[in-house]
């Protein structure tokens, strides 16, 4: 199976700041990787799909990068409804794996 | 806009069964790959099944066994039976599409509890 690994697991920053969250699989996936955001109590969400590409209606400060094992989620500037949990999901292989998560608090 | 209803969760004693139901409206059903993934009280995603539009399963080792996925495209549904299920299946099951694109859309998900 392969395995995803999510940095940090836990990020506290501020509105208005730049945080980059890193997703490395344990085999190269080239870019089957999806980035979705979970608010408390919500679904998960779609934010990025195929490593780079933004899902229609998502806000254009979320940008995803990488390609093989190395993957990243940037959110540009901050803002008070993007704190929330993120996870990376490898969609090349069955299983199918997430990342553990990283929860994106207010510092 | 594409919707997934889930249904069927609730309290379930160990070694028991349990059918969950998802509900599709709004897109192609009959060509769509559907998954089930779970999150367990406070923890994170874990994907547990996938069926093809051709009804290909696939399955997590943690259930592989002892869930069966199944789909009707008569009525649009998708369903995961749950039988020998164990405290550690305890979690909110939610059900996806699942394209080139990812996971998207995601039902509201059915809690599911294993307790005696």
């Known amino acids: 199976d392969i395995q995803m690994t999510q940095s940090p697991s836990t990020l506290s920053a501020s509105v208005g700041d730049r945080v980059t969250v890193l997703c490395r699989a344990s085999q190269s996936i080239s870019t089957w990787l999806a980035w979705y955001q979970q608010q408390p109590g919500k679904a998960p969400k779609l934010l990025i799909y195929?490593?780079?590409s933004l899902e229609s209606g998502v806000p254009s400060r979320f940008s995803g990068s990488g390609s093989g094992t190395e993957f990243t989620l940037t959110i540009s500037s901050l803002q008070p409804d993007d704190f929330a949990t993120y996870y990376c999901?490898?969609?090349?292989?069955?299983?199918?794996?997430f990342g553990q998560g990283t929860k994106l608090e207010i510092k | 806009e594409a919707q997934l209803v889930e249904s069927g969760g609730g309290l379930v004693q160990p070694g028991g069964s349990l059918r969950l139901s998802c509900a599709a409206s709004e897109f192609t059903f009959i060509t769509s790959s559907m998954t089930w993934v779970r999150q367990a009280p406070e923890k994170g995603l874990e994907w547990v099944s996938s069926i093809s539009d051709s009804g290909r399963t696939y399955y997590a080792d943690s259930v592989q066994g002892r869930f069966t996925t199944s789909r009707d495209n008569s009525n649009n549904m998708v369903y995961l039976q749950m039988s020998s299920v164990r405290v550690e299946d305890t979690a909110i099951y939610y059900c996806?599409?699942?394209?080139?694109?990812?996971?998207?859309?995601w039902g509201q998900g059915t809690l599911v509890t294993v307790s005696s």
């Open positions: 999901q490898q969609y090349n292989t069955y299983p199918y794996t």
């Open positions: 195929k490593a780079s």
């Open positions: 996806a599409r699942e394209r080139s694109s990812g996971l998207e859309p």
